[in-house]
């Protein structure tokens, strides 16, 4: 239903905008066949010059930019009549469309439905003209409020024309934005109105002849100024499109340890590039995931072997200008009236392990920039892609690495402890009768091993046990920790969390969670400690965990000399696990003064390097 009716809107938007386009260009036609000789050609070939580049060049206003030509537009009227005047805008407008690489439908329809306001404007100026005869005012006070009449007559007929488009096309015109438009051309309007209070205070002084060079000078500062301002904008919008690229890309890596990486895209890169829908799909273990949408998609969207088949085959990006000659392998799962797209292929190695494709609804709308700023984007995805699947498939191994540990030590010592207790217990079962001494020995000896095989295999069930911070978040987990010692201890701690919690990789979780495991259990056996404060500060460049004390403290100095005898001292332990993760660990104690562990982590790059390696020591 809603489909049908969009599609409704979309071709009544098409037939209104086709048949303001049909008239507007019979008026430029019929203009062609009332032309005369022109007085002054230079003037007219100088004056239809600054139209062109004033189009080209839109000036900056509150909001948004407009083409300030209404005061060329109006000189060109006065001097060479209305046939010229149509011929000259339309052209003018024609050109920069062309240039500017604009739908078809846009090309026709600007300059058309320009011409038609001016005209209806032209019309009806002869009534305000009579009212003003009238008046008996000075030429000069006419002139202008002529000027003016005419200039508010063209604004409001051009508005509604686009106005109506906007409403009658399926896509949400907001009154924010009717508001956001109206204030762009009253800004226009307003420059337009002080440069005619100038040209009708400058053409009241009798200043002689008024030639070619009087028109360049008269117009060369509009010109000139939006040409200077509008070189101006361009820049800062390339400013502002590199500082939120540069933006997006570090928050992407910043956000890489925590699952909701790609969140960082949600809404701004559609910012970025003003685009109104996206896609990434990521190929994981030979399969292709959406992994993320935003905007004008459809909620479920799957697409058949042969489009993944073209994905692979793109390494750079393609652009789909207009979705009714072809939109792509992945057009249908876009909005009906998502019309242009740019497949972007993510490419590591000349391997494709991604594609980003973004859309609009106006076809022919992307240009070299938006695709620069896509390809941008991209690579740098790629990149992190890349290495978040090396960072998985190192846990892999390392979780691979741990079994096979762990079945090791299981055959090297509780089987072999185990065959030893079988093969002396069937001996003391034959030496029994004969020799009970023997038996009660071979007994004896096999209940210790059995003994030590069961240590063993509760260390092993032990270390397969989930880790607390795989049962719930680092902080959740600590917490849990924090009301055990209390419970068991009566110790006095305080529990500090600063900033959005992420969730990190299990191995960063890990190293954090035995860091401030091995610190607390420091701080109640060893310090002596009446008061704990931990911290845990989730920053924008780093995640920082601190645990203090105010116990005996001791010296690090001998401390460290006591580690050469004591590998399996915990400074050690934690030290190593720490540079696994890139992490820097700092611990700062005096005798007498507490102690004070504190443990950064940067946000990109915090993966580990063995999940079993744990900061446990006696201290």
């Not at 609009?360 to 995805?381: E, P, W």
């Not at 924090?482 to 529990?495: P, R, T």
């Not at 992420?502 to 420091?522: C, G, H, R």
């Amino acid at each position: 239903m809603h489909q049908a009716l969009s599609q409704r809107r979309e071709k009544s938007a098409r037939l209104f905008m086709s048949s303001v386009s049909l008239l507007g260009w019979l008026l430029i036609l019929f203009s062609l066949v009332k032309l005369e000789p022109p007085a002054e050609p230079i003037v007219l070939v100088l004056l239809f010059i600054f139209l062109l580049i004033s189009e080209y060049y839109p000036m900056p206003v509150w909001r948004g930019q407009t083409a300030i030509t209404f005061p060329v537009v109006y000189v060109l009227f006065l001097l060479y009549g209305f046939p010229y005047t149509a011929i000259a805008y339309g052209g003018a407008v024609l050109i920069v469309n062309l240039i500017h690489r604009r739908p078809f439908r846009t090309v026709f329809f600007n300059p058309a439905q320009l011409v038609l306001s001016f005209y209806g404007a032209v019309l009806m100026l002869p009534y305000f003209k009579g009212l003003l005869d009238k008046l008996a005012l000075t030429p000069t006070v006419q002139g202008f409020l002529e000027y003016f009449f005419l200039l508010a007559l063209y604004v409001i007929i051009n508005n509604l024309i686009v106005d109506l488009v906007l409403f009658i096309r399926p896509q949400h015109y907001s009154f924010k934005m009717w508001m956001q438009k109206n204030m762009t051309e009253l800004n226009s309007a307003a420059i337009s109105l002080i440069y005619g209070i100038i040209l009708y205070v400058v053409g009241s002084q009798n200043r002689g002849e008024i030639d070619v060079f009087a028109y360049f000078f008269f117009f060369s500062p509009l010109v000139g100024i939006s040409l200077l301002s509008a070189t101006i904008a361009r820049l800062k919008r390339e400013k502002n499109r590199l500082k939120l690229l540069f933006s997006i890309t570090s928050e992407l890596n910043q956000m890489l340890p925590s699952q909701d990486w790609l969140s960082a895209l949600k809404g701004r890169f559609n910012e970025l590039i003003g685009a109104e829908a996206s896609l990434l799909w990521i190929k994981r273990d030979g399969e292709w995931v959406l992994s993320f949408k935003d905007g004008r998609t459809l909620q479920n969207c799957e697409l058949p072997a042969a489009a993944f088949e073209e994905f692979e085959e793109m390494r750079r990006p393609i652009i789909y200008n207009d979705r009714k000659k072809v939109g792509g392998p992945a057009a249908e799962c876009f909005e009906d009236d998502v019309k242009a797209f740019v497949y972007s292929p993510l490419v590591i190695e000349n391997e494709t392990i991604g594609m980003f494709i973004i859309a609009r609804s106006r076809t022919k709308s992307f240009q070299d920039d938006d695709v620069q700023s896509i390809a941008t984007l991209a690579n740098q995805l790629a990149v992190i892609i890349k290495t978040r699947m090396l960072f998985t498939e190192k846990e892999k191994r390392i979780v691979l690495e741990e079994r096979n540990r762990i079945a090791r030590d299981i055959h090297d010592g509780v089987a072999q402890t185990l065959a030893g207790a079988v093969m002396k217990l069937e001996t003391a079962g034959k030496k029994f009768t004969k020799n009970p001494e023997e038996t009660r020995k071979l007994v004896d000896e096999s209940v210790l091993g059995l003994r030590e095989s069961l240590k063993e295999v509760r260390e092993s069930i032990y270390a397969l046990r989930p880790y607390p911070t795989q049962k719930a978040t680092l902080a959740e987990a600590i917490l849990r920790k924090i009301e055990a010692v209390q419970k068991e201890f009566q110790q006095d701690i305080e529990f500090e969390i600063r900033g959005q919690e992420l969730e990190l990789s299990p191995m960063v979780e890990k190293v954090l969670f035995d860091t401030f495991q091995e610190s607390l259990q420091n701080a109640i056996k060893h310090s002596q400690a009446s008061a704990i404060e931990v911290l845990l500060s989730y920053q924008s460049e780093h995640i920082l965990l601190r645990i203090k004390d105010d116990g005996k403290g001791f010296s690090l100095f001998q401390a460290m000399l006591k580690a050469r005898n004591q590998p399996h001292f915990g400074i050690l332990q934690m030290n190593d696990a720490a540079e696994k993760i890139n992490a820097s660990l700092q611990i700062d104690s005096k005798e007498g003064s507490g102690t004070e562990v504190v443990i950064t982590v940067p946000r990109m790059g915090i993966e580990g390097e063995n999940t079993n390696d744990q900061a446990h020591a006696s201290g």
